[in-house]
């Protein structure tokens, strides 16, 4: 055990641990209301007469592996003791599990078990990413005195959500996300994972949809007929929105989020809460996929987590801690967005041009969307492998993406906010998406994404202007580079491919191609909007 303690303090590049000395236990009952008793580990240092506070990770996937090395050992060595427990059916855990649904009552349960503990050591921080930082949402308005601070990373409070809306599912992540909760005990699971993800991509070009469960998994999934068969406002999802607790956390919060993760719109969202609400908070956003592994939230645990523990202040730093792309530096600011960034315009023009100018009068351009061959999801926001920043080019060379590039920049462009687009949009097809995506070209003429959405339109076939939220960012366009914006009908599997029929996406059958126009006149003003810095 010692070894993989000096492998992870060497990969996340840790202060030297207070010990490595430290006992274990297994399979600790925890009661619930209901009489199901779900499962926890306790980490400690082999300390006698040691009142340490608790790290509390509550998870669906399991107590081993990298949850226990990666993060119990870790804490366990450097000022906590760890209680690492099993969510609802799973892992010895009693009950069903039914995500989400769950975690308000058996949280509350868990704290309240904690802290009658004869181990408990008088203070509580809740750590821990994506579902793990989702529970503690779910219970963040009615914690007890005994928790000082809580530090959610790479997550939101309404977490499946946002995949859902009418006007454009994200389906690719909830999916693999089902697949991979639905397989996660199996044996050997952890070595077969490789193979399940390709079972995954395989089933997501399955028609209909609400077959691809099967495809993926071998059988069917609740979860996964959820997400096919409801939108975000639909009843079945009542009770796992906690946006509505945000406003009401007394205790400090850090949150942690990346600028490529799959929930960092929510993240915000939830930050920007706490601060209206005048909430003790900070945030930090970093380069970062959902599944990029640094040691940013286990550095907050021990410094903002510990101190709080102690009644003690961390180090002091303004509210928001940005890494802003291009410059690839930390940049400190007192709110998101920040102040000094005003909203540009970069119109399309003619000739795959883009410019800060209004276009003048020209005939729209066109391109062809097949649902049978659907504009691929390149990097990017994505769950999976292929996340991130990567080379777009192959991407723009397809006759289904339009690109529009400014000149090359004779100064450098700070963009840090809200990054939206308007574009004037016809199809042949009532149904049909519009996806943009802004990108950094460089001297060498590579095109990296920089952030990107995508929004579906109902009555494309008449002339319309789509809105589409694309993720925020902070990024400098360096003089010499060039700012391009792509446009097309899709990113699948990321996004679920658009039949053009109106059906149902569950079931689906019919795959109708698609004549889509982009306008670019003075009447049809199309453009991204961007918050670039002002200079005086």
């Known amino acids: 055990m010692n070894l993989s303690s000096h492998l992870v303090q060497r990969m996340l590049k840790l202060s030297p641990p207070a010990t490595r000395d430290l006992v274990i236990q297994r399979d600790l009952q925890v009661p619930m209301p209901d009489g199901v008793d779900l499962l926890a580990d306790r980490w400690a240092p082999r300390v006698e007469g040691a009142t340490l506070p608790t790290a509390l990770i509550r998870s669906p996937y399991g107590r081993a592996g990298v949850l226990s090395l990666g993060m119990a050992r870790p804490l366990a060595e450097r000022g906590f003791q760890v209680l690492i427990q099993s969510t609802r059916g799973g892992f010895g855990s009693g009950g069903i599990f039914d995500p989400m649904r769950q975690e308000r009552e058996d949280g509350l349960a868990t704290l309240e078990w904690v802290v009658k503990q004869p181990w408990f050591g008088g203070s509580i921080v809740l750590v821990g990413l994506s579902y793990l930082g989702y529970v503690q949402w779910a219970v963040a308005d009615h914690l007890p005195p005994e928790v000082k601070a809580m530090i959610p990373h790479m997550t939101e409070s309404a977490l499946t959500l946002e995949f859902l809306r009418k006007n454009g599912m994200s389906l690719e992540t909830p999916f693999a996300w089902g697949a991979l909760i639905a397989t996660m005990e199996r044996r050997w699971a952890i070595f077969g994972r490789p193979i399940q993800d390709g079972r995954t991509r395989r089933a997501l070009q399955t028609l209909p949809l609400g077959r691809a469960d099967v495809a993926a998994v071998g059988h069917r999934t609740d979860y996964i007929q959820d997400i096919l068969a409801h939108d975000t406002d639909d009843p079945r999802w009542a009770g796992i929105d906690h946006r509505h607790r945000v406003a009401d956390v007394t205790v400090p919060v850090s949150s942690i989020g990346g600028w490529y993760d ?57 509210p928001v801690r940005l890494f802003v792309m291009g410059e690839d530096a930390w940049r400190d600011v007192d709110s998101w967005p920040p102040s000094g960034y005003a909203a540009q315009r970069f119109h399309l023009w003619p000739d795959g041009a883009l410019s800060t100018e209004p276009p003048g009068e020209s005939a729209p351009d066109q391109y062809r969307y097949d649902p049978a061959d659907p504009t691929p999801a390149v990097g990017g926001v994505r769950m999976l492998a292929d996340s991130g920043r990567v080379d777009n080019r192959a991407l723009e060379a397809r006759a289904d993406v339009l690109t529009y590039t400014t000149a090359v920049l004779d100064q450098d462009v700070e963009v840090i906010g809200e990054v939206n687009a308007e574009i004037w949009f016809r199809s042949s097809q009532s149904h049909a998406d519009v996806f943009v995506r802004l990108c950094d070209v460089d001297p060498r003429g590579r095109s990296y994404n920089v952030c990107d959405g995508l929004t579906s339109l109902s009555g494309a076939d008449e002339t319309s202007c789509a809105t589409v939220e694309l993720w925020p960012t902070a990024y400098r366009f360096k003089r010499g580079h060039r700012i391009r914006v792509q446009v097309s009908s899709g990113a699948f599997p990321r996004y679920t491919r658009n039949p053009g029929t109106g059906e149902p996406r569950a079931t689906a059958t019919t795959l109708r191609a698609a004549d889509q126009a982009v306008y670019r006149d003075p009447t049809h003003p199309s453009a991204v909007i961007l918050p670039v810095r002002q200079t005086h």
């Open 262 to 318: 799959i929930f960092l719109p929510g993240q915000l969202r939830d930050f920007q809460i706490l601060q209206a609400a005048g909430r003790p908070a900070r945030l930090t956003i970093g380069p970062w996929t959902h599944t990029s592994f640094n040691n940013t939230a286990m550095n907050e645990a021990i410094e903002f987590g510990l101190a709080h523990t102690r009644g003690e202040q961390p180090p002091q730093r303004p």
